[in-house]
């Protein structure tokens, strides 16, 4: 037994600092000797501190480093990574750590060949972060399922001997990120059954079945109140808006990465046009919103700041749903409204696919999509919708965590 544990949580933004939150939150409450210790990565930064936490980043571990080597480096990555809500000395230490761990590793040609292939997806900084759990003193560390620090900091606390837990976000295809790396962490939170008999079967050793703790909110009382706000603040009480989620094309590069969003823009803009009782709000992921083309302007179409506005409440306010790849479409499901996911469509990745998982009704022809929204509308696409939210997830997953004191 721990007494008077530290906590360490490491995560992105996005839906993985939307996870930790409501758990350091629940942990306040299930052990309150414990010390919760919040690092939040790139956007995540931002979102942090906006649920009241004082996060720290890697800039703040500067002293564990080269200051001047690190500054250096991050300087000279910084051209092509700056933009966005993240601070530039954020963005120096995150960059210059990073390259220079992988500089060690690898060797400078080498180090320069991976990042230029694969971007900041080559960074896993395990020493960097163990040096951080050293640090602190952090006897627990926890985190989501994404890569880069995320995936690092469960492996610098199992080479260090110290406790971890990770939490799956969504389905198994996700849970891949903890398979294949010669470890893992020692307990998995996960939303289903289905992606526990998954990561059991790939060898995880322990796996929990929580839910998804970003998900507890989705019907409590301030979440409604906030999408009538939403509602009330546009003139749009009496209409019923159509929510779009979207992302850029990876397999493309410069502007040919937008060349689908522009023609479901156009598709929904034109929707728009012709149901004026159907606002159109447009919501893209939280790192992209900014590259995106936007929308022309018009009374009933929104365009929403995901580094500011929460999804929940946007989600409550619209009667359906239209996504390619977001989790949004996973949240909309769980809120009871109507999916209509784009799939097959020329960009769209092979094999994914939220209709599969019972969360949404397919479209695969761009010109089906206005009468599939008008049959949604209508409450005549129907789905299993096999997941839900009793808003319990967090104290789930913090009795996880207790386990492990």
Not at 97 to 122: C, I, M, P, Q
Request: charged letters at 25%; proline letters at 7%.
């Amino acid at each position: 037994m721990i007494p008077s544990p530290k906590i360490l949580y490491v995560s992105y933004g996005g839906g993985h600092i939307s996870m930790i939150l409501p758990v350091v939150r629940a942990m306040r409450q299930i052990a309150p000797d414990s010390e919760q210790i919040v690092m939040a990565l790139t956007i995540g930064a931002a979102a942090a501190r906006s649920a009241g936490e004082r996060p720290v980043g890697f800039a703040d571990f500067l002293h564990l480093r080269d200051v001047e080597a690190v500054t250096k480096c991050g300087l000279e990555l910084l051209p092509e990574n700056a933009g966005g809500s993240v601070s530039e000395a954020e963005s120096i230490a995150y960059l210059g750590v990073n390259f220079l761990e992988l500089e060690t590793r690898l060797g400078r040609e080498a180090a320069f060949h991976e990042y230029r292939s694969k971007g900041r997806a080559a960074f896993e900084p395990v020493d960097f972060i163990a040096d951080i759990i050293r640090d602190v003193g952090a006897d627990i560390v926890v985190t989501t399922n994404s890569p880069r620090a995320e995936r690092a900091s469960w492996k610098a606390a199992r080479r260090l001997g110290i406790p971890s837990l990770a939490m799956n976000d969504l389905l198994a295809r996700q849970a891949k990120t903890f398979v294949g790396q010669g470890d893992w962490p020692d307990r998995i939170c996960v939303l289903s059954d289905n992606v526990a008999e998954y990561l059991r079967r790939e060898g995880a050793p322990h796996v929990a079945v929580t839910g998804n703790p970003a998900f507890d909110s989705m019907a409590s009382r301030e979440v409604l109140e906030a999408a009538e706000a939403f509602l009330e603040a546009r003139g749009w009480e009496s209409k019923r808006p159509v929510l779009f989620s979207g992302d850029i094309d990876f397999s493309k590069t410069g502007e040919e990465r937008f060349w689908l969003l522009r023609r479901i823009s156009e598709v929904l803009e034109n929707f728009v046009e012709e149901n004026p009782d159907n606002p159109l709000i447009f919501r893209y992921h939280p790192s992209r919103w900014r590259e995106v083309p936007r929308p022309r302007a018009h009374p009933r179409i929104y365009f929403a700041d995901p580094e500011k506005e929460r999804p929940h409440p946007q989600i409550q306010a619209s009667a359906a749903a239209i996504v390619q790849l977001s989790t949004i479409g996973l949240e909309a499901s769980i809120a009871d409204k109507p999916v209509i996911s784009l799939e097959n469509l020329e960009g769209y990745p092979p094999g994914v696919s939220w209709e599969a998982e019972g969360v949404s009704v397919a479209c695969r022809d761009l010109e089906a999509l206005p009468g599939m929204i008008r049959q949604a509308l209508a409450g005549n696409l129907t789905t299993p919708r096999p997941f839900a939210t009793d808003g319990q997830a967090a104290f789930r997953v913090g009795e996880q965590i207790r386990a492990l004191f």
